[in-house]
């Protein structure tokens, strides 16, 4: 088959686009894939006009490197791999940054009908923010695309009872296990300040309110007077200077300011030595796009301790409550200490408070994550899976939609067409390119 994939690439700071970097060479050992970034999407169009694609693989999600695929989704049908199940933010940030609140309000009100009328009003006057995860603004992806997938199984079958006239399956998400030279570690702690002796705790990814830094500050201040050796490295971009600053103030009223360490931006091929330099990491999330967390799945396979949040699409992962310290699968070894997000400062700082005093504990949760880690997220899966699954959507039909919001299909043709009109002329205009108005 020859594919045409959709994806942001390297140098992009995305982590979509070192997962298709890493991904692409396993899948294409039989398939003649085409790499589709922002900058060579405007090509895609005469080139599978020339000679089509058996076909268009998009990796989506809400960051705003995705925003372009939305102009070609629609017109060219493929296979949607949703990375994000809740698309909201992506569309507010697309269509009410251009000023386009009509087209906005048309597509709110295709995807949720039954929504009340309002909210749309409340998003146009910019306040949104978390609000907009209660409403994925999915509607128009599931109905046009030849196939749906997902890295979640319960996210998967959350998809088909809300699309029952979709095909969708799921794709294990999987990662490469990173390694490190010996000295890597004591490296990174030199460079950015952190005492060889410290136990780090490590959080990898912009650093957003959402990765729950906040709790996390305040749980490292509540055990500093009994752990004087625990630090925090943030690893990933902190944002603009008014964030950062932000975020040292709060390190300051907790008191652990001299023990927190923001990084900035670590290029992939350094992960594995910042993995290195941590005794634990805390994977946490909240709100929620029902995303599957690639980060998390390196700390895993790096077989270090993981605290993450107790979201119901994880439900199926074994882990131990730090509220009771009961496990959640008694069957089977927990993988991770998981935080109750009704109670999660106190349940926050339990799971950390341990994981500093208890070594046992935390060896056994590393020991068990890397097991997971290498039965059910190896790249080799995941590649697997697409191979499996690209074949099958290749072989399903574009779905005929006539009723899609008049900014998916408008060529944009209308003045050409009257001109012509007015000489008594019918415009017979080319298909139309994807229109960046999408």
């Known amino acids: 088959m020859r594919i045409a994939w959709f994806t942001p690439l390297p140098p992009e700071r995305s982590g979509i686009a070192a997962y298709s970097a890493e991904l692409l060479p396993l899948v294409a050992r039989d398939d003649a894939i085409v790499r589709v970034d922002e900058s060579a999407a405007h090509d895609f169009v005469w080139k599978h006009q020339l000679d089509p694609y058996d076909l268009v693989v998009y990796q989506l999600g809400n960051a705003a490197c995705h925003d372009y695929m939305w102009a070609y989704l629609v017109r060219y049908p493929g296979l949607v791999v949703l990375h994000d199940a809740r698309l909201h933010q992506a569309r507010a940030r697309r269509l009410l940054r251009a000023s386009r609140f009509d087209d906005y309000r048309a597509e709110f009100r295709y995807d949720h009908p039954d929504a009340v009328a309002d909210f749309v009003e409340y998003a146009v006057e910019g306040l949104g923010g978390p609000i907009y995860y209660f409403w994925s603004m999915l509607r128009v992806v599931m109905k046009t695309a030849r196939g749906i997938a997902a890295h979640n199984e319960r996210v998967v079958d959350e998809l088909r009872t809300s699309y029952p006239e979709s095909w969708i399956d ?63 490295l943030l690893v990933g971009d902190a944002g603009d200077a008014r964030a950062q600053t932000a975020l040292h103030a ?39 796009a029902l995303e599957s967390s690639a980060s998390w799945l390196r700390c895993l396979a790096a077989e270090r301790a993981t605290v993450t949040s ?9 882990a131990v409550e730090a509220r009771n310290w009961r496990a959640t699968d008694p069957s089977r070894a927990p993988i991770a200490v998981s935080v109750d997000l009704v109670d999660e400062e106190e349940s926050l700082y339990r799971a950390m408070e341990r994981l500093v005093r208890d070594a046992a504990f935390r060896q056994a949760i590393a020991g068990a994550g890397r097991q997971y880690w290498s039965t059910h997220h190896t790249l080799e899966m995941m590649a697997a899976d697409y191979r499996r699954i690209l074949p099958i959507a290749a072989a399903r039909p574009a779905p005929v939609v006539s009723d899609l919001p008049r900014h998916f299909t408008d060529d944009h043709g209308d003045l050409a067409r009257a001109i012509a009109s007015t000489y008594g002329v019918t415009a017979r205009l080319p298909q139309a390119s994807p229109s960046s108005h999408r």
């Open 170 to 232: 799921t794709i294990r998400m999987g990662v490469p296990p990173l390694s490190a030279p010996p000295e890597a570690a004591a490296r990174v702690r030199r460079i950015h300040g952190v005492p060889q002796e410290a136990f780090v705790f490590a959080s990898f990814g912009k650093v957003t309110p959402e990765k729950r830094t906040t709790p996390i500050l305040a749980a490292l201040g509540r055990i500093a007077g009994s752990h004087p050796q625990a630090h925090l």
């Open 250 to 288: 709060d390190a300051q009223r907790r008191g652990v300011a001299d023990r927190v360490h923001v990084t900035g931006f670590v290029p992939d091929e350094a992960i594995g030595d910042y993995l290195s330099a941590a005794d634990a990491c805390l994977c946490l999330r909240w709100p929620t």
């Open 310 to 318: 107790d979201l119901a699409h994880l439900v199926d992962v074994p």
